[in-house]
C-alpha cells in the first residue's frame, strides 16, 4: 500500500512537472517567439496560455507596449550652415517579434539600430532647414518627416518608430556669440529700415500737412481780402451818403480827422500858409 501512494506521488510530480515545463504564459503586454534548438517555429502574439516541447523548446518575450529611447545630445548643420546641438528622443515598439528577433535580438541592439536610422534622418532634414526654422518654426511638420522616414526603415528590424520629439536645440558654445552678432546685427538692420521709412512717411505727412496749410492759409486770404473789400466798399458807401447829405459838415469832419492824425506834440510843418490844408483854420479866424 504504501508502495502504490509512494508511486502515484512519483508520478504526480512528474506529470506536474512535465506540465510546468510544457506551458508558458503570453500577458497583455508581452508577445512571444518560440525557438526550437534555436530556431525560431512560432510567434505568438496573442495573451493566453500556451504549450512547447519540454526541453526541446523554449520562450523568448518581448515588449508590446511602447518603448522610450533618448539619444545623446548630437551637433548637426543647418541649411544655412549654423551647428546646432539637437537633444531628441524617441517612442518605439516591436511589431514583428520574429523579425526583431532574427534582427536585433534584444532591446539594447534594437536602439543602437534606431539611434543610427533617427540621427540619419534627423540630420538630412535639419541640413535642408535654416536655423531659424529649427528653433522657432513649425517643428511638428519637420519631425513628421523624421518620423515617417525612421519608421520606413526601421520596418526592416520589425520595428515601428510611433514619435520623435526635440528635446532641445541648442547652440555650441564657440557659435553662440557669433550668431548672437549675427542676429543683432540683422535687427539693427532692420530697425535702420523701419526709421528710413518712418522718416520717408513722416516727410510725406509733414509735406502734405504745409501743403494743406498753404492752401487754408490762401483760402483764409482771400476770404479775409473779400470781405476787407465788401468792407471798403460798404465803408465807401457810407460816406459818399454821408457827403452827399451835408458836404460842408462831411470836409469839416474830415479836416479835424487830417489834423488830428498829422498834427500832434512836438510836430513841426513846413507848409505854404495858402495851401487847402489851412482852410479851415483860415475860416476860423
Known amino acids: 500500500m504504501k508502495f502504490l501512494s509512494s508511486a502515484l506521488f512519483s508520478l504526480f510530480v512528474v506529470v506536474l512537472a512535465a506540465y510546468s515545463l510544457s506551458c508558458f504564459q503570453v500577458s497583455e503586454a508581452t508577445q512571444a517567439v518560440v525557438l526550437q534548438f534555436g530556431k525560431p517555429v512560432k ?17 523568448v518575450y518581448f515588449e508590446k507596449r511602447l518603448l522610450e ?49 533617427i540621427y540619419s534622418n534627423l540630420r538630412e532634414v535639419v541640413g535642408r532647414t535654416s ?17 515617417t522616414g525612421s519608421n ?11 514619435d520623435v520629439r526635440i528635446k532641445r536645440a541648442d547652440l555650441p558654445a564657440k557659435n553662440e556669440q557669433n550668431v548672437f552678432n549675427r542676429m543683432r546685427t540683422e535687427r539693427e538692420q532692420q530697425a535702420k529700415k ?13 509735406s502734405q500737412a504745409e501743403k494743406e496749410r498753404q492752401v487754408i492759409v490762401a483760402e483764409a ?6 470781405l476787407r473789400g465788401g468792407a471798403e466798399a460798404e465803408a465807401t458807401a457810407i460816406y459818399a451818403a454821408a ?11 474830415r479836416t479835424l480827422e487830417a489834423y488830428r492824425r498829422t498834427i500832434s506834440d512836438r510836430t513841426t510843418l513846413v507848409l505854404d500858409p495858402d495851401t487847402e490844408f489851412f482852410s479851415l483854420l483860415e475860416s476860423s479866424k
Open 43 to 59: 510567434t505568438i502574439r496573442d495573451p493566453g496560455l500556451y504549450f512547447k516541447l519540454p526541453f526541446v523548446q523554449n520562450v
Open 69 to 117: 529611447y533618448d539619444a545623446a545630445p548630437r551637433e548637426l548643420i543647418t541649411r544655412d550652415k549654423q551647428q546646432l546641438v539637437v537633444d531628441n528622443f524617441s517612442r518605439w515598439r516591436i511589431v514583428d517579434p520574429l523579425k526583431f528577433y532574427q534582427t536585433v535580438t534584444t532591446i539594447n541592439g534594437a536602439q543602437s539600430r534606431i539611434d543610427d536610422i
Open 131 to 147: 536655423l531659424t526654422e529649427v528653433v522657432s518654426g513649425d517643428r511638428v511638420a519637420l519631425l513628421r518627416g523624421v518620423t
Open 152 to 162: 520606413l526603415k526601421a520596418d526592416a528590424y520589425g520595428v515601428e518608430v510611433v
Open 194 to 206: 523701419f526709421r528710413a521709412e518712418g522718416e520717408e512717411e513722416a516727410r510725406k505727412i509733414r
Open 221 to 226: 486770404n482771400r476770404e479775409a481780402q473779400v
Open 243 to 253: 457827403y452827399n447829405r451835408d458836404p460842408e459838415l462831411y470836409n469839416f469832419m
